[in-house]
Structure formats: structure tokens, C-alpha cells
Nanobody, 124 residues
């Protein structure tokens, strides 16, 4: 069992930045592909970013490409999401997730463990 704990959310103005963190408790994260998802009220869960076990490869959702960066520090057992040039449409609860699969995926059902989420609100 992997317990994931997100932090770093908050209220920011459009154009500013935030960095989210996801810390693991119970198991080392280097055994897992890691991803970030988000869900806004009334909308489906949306893939944001994913990173391989080593951190060498990443993928992003179309709406965040060029603005968000996922990274990981396996020594600290932590995954990060750097969010720049934030827009009001980025407002959502952001979730960290871990996958024991073989390859990076946009699909939420391939991620087995989930954090409780952290709220990000971007004001215009």
C-alpha cells in the first residue's frame, strides 16, 4: 500500500506560479510511474502530467503543455508539479497518483494509488 500526500495548493492570481508536492508514505516511489490529475466541479477527471520511474521521460495533457513541469526526487520520495502562467481554467482539485504499470499513461484507471487532493484556485 502506498499513501500519497499532496501539498502546495492555494489561491493565486492568473499569470502566477505554484508548485505542488506529493510525498509518499509506506513505500518508495521509485517503484512507480507517477502522475498528476485534476478535477474541476462538474467536469471529468483530467490527466495533467506523468513521469517514468527514473524521471527521464514525461508526458503532459494538451491544456498544460509548455506551462507545467512534472519532476521527481526519488531520494526524497517526492514528486513535484511546477505550474507556471496559471489560468482560471486551471482551477481544480489536483491529485497525485501512482501506477505499477509498464509505461506512461494518460488513463486514470492505470493508476492504483491516489492522494486526497489539494485545491488550486486561480483568480482572474
Amino acid at each position: 500500500q502506498v499513501q500519497l500526500v499532496e501539498s502546495g495548493g492555494g489561491l493565486v492570481q492568473a499569470g502566477n506560479s505554484l508548485r505542488l508536492s506529493c510525498a509518499a508514505v509506506g513505500r518508495t516511489l521509485d517503484n512507480y510511474i507517477m502522475g498528476w490529475f485534476r478535477q474541476a466541479p462538474g467536469k471529468d477527471r483530467e490527466f495533467v502530467a506523468g513521469v517514468t520511474r527514473s524521471g527521464s521521460n514525461t508526458i503532459y495533457g494538451d491544456s498544460v503543455k509548455g506551462r507545467f513541469t512534472i519532476s521527481r526526487d526519488n531520494a526524497r520520495n517526492t514528486v513535484y508539479l511546477q505550474m507556471n502562467v496559471l489560468k482560471p481554467d486551471d482551477t481544480a482539485v489536483y491529485y497525485c497518483a501512482a501506477s505499477a504499470g509498464f509505461s506512461l499513461s494518460h488513463d486514470y484507471w492505470t493508476y492504483y494509488f491516489w492522494g486526497q487532493g489539494t485545491q488550486v484556485t486561480v483568480s482572474s
